[in-house]
């Protein structure tokens, strides 16, 4: 029996194997999945906007993309992963609402991805896999045991990455 741990709306776990890292909901939000493939050890960020700079409170890291996925690495490291073998994975990002005025601080899905994969990359975190963008909402498992990340949708069905 695997341990399937939720992670809320900005908020983050980590779990050694066996385990499933769950979160629900993703709409602009970006899940940034990590995996150790050599321990299992997992961890999961469900971001809801891109840097803690330009917020007013910036007090929950698990919160912003360039806090969320230091935190992240932090907390696997603490259950034995090693950092130069974790790869990410990351799904949400979507563009929920349509907006008249197409101003890139209104694409915050868009905005979310790329501030993950910026910070993934100064850490030198390849991203394996994605399912982002569109305009619908995703729900994602992380399973420690194959690092798979499965991804449920409303009307575009089940597919793993």
């Not at 409170?57 to 603490?78: G, R």
């Not at 005025?101 to 975190?125: H, P, T, Y």
């Amino acid at each position: 029996m695997k341990n399937v741990i939720r992670v809320g709306m900005a908020d983050l776990n980590v779990c050694a194997h066996p385990g499933i890292l769950t979160t629900l909901g993703l709409g602009s939000c970006v899940g940034v999945a990590l995996y150790d493939p050599t321990t299992k050890v997992i961890g999961l960020a469900h971001i809801m906007l891109p840097t803690s700079t330009q917020a007013k409170d910036s007090t929950n890291p698990a919160k912003f993309a360039d806090t969320a996925i230091e935190k992240l690495l932090e907390e696997m490291e603490k259950l034995g992963a090693d950092r130069t073998k974790i790869v990410a994975k990351l799904a949400g990002g979507a563009q929920m609402f349509p907006f008249n005025n197409s101003s890139d601080m209104m694409k915050i899905g868009l905005r979310n991805v790329l501030a993950s994969k910026k910070k993934l990359q100064e850490l030198n975190i390849p991203v394996v896999a994605e399912d982002t963008g569109g305009n619908y909402g995703r729900t994602i498992e992380l399973d420690s045991g194959n690092g798979r990340l499965r991804i449920k949708t409303i009307g575009h069905g089940v597919k793993e990455i």
